[in-house]
């Protein structure tokens, strides 16, 4: 329990006033500390690493656009 007081900034004894009230609201399981439904509560783009993939691919296709246009202005 120390090890997550000190993760949140707080001393034991408060931690040990917050858990109750975090458990209460769901957020995490009182005994363990550990978040409950963690991967309900991600976002879909935390995990998809196509999206990642995607924007990756469309910053190349346009930096190429860019650079093109530089070469016609230019060149």
Do not use: F, I, Y
Not at 17 to 38: C, F, I, S
Not at 44 to 72: F, I, Y
């Amino acid at each position: 329990m120390r090890k997550v007081a000190v993760k949140l900034g707080l001393d034991v004894r408060s931690l040990e006033e917050v858990a109750p009230r975090l458990a209460e609201v769901g957020l995490v399981d009182q005994a363990t500390l550990q978040p409950v439904k963690w991967d309900g509560l991600q976002m879909r783009s935390d995990t998809d690493t196509t999206a990642a993939e995607r924007k990756k691919a469309s910053a190349r296709a346009r930096k190429g656009r860019q650079s093109r246009a530089q070469q016609r202005c230019h060149g």
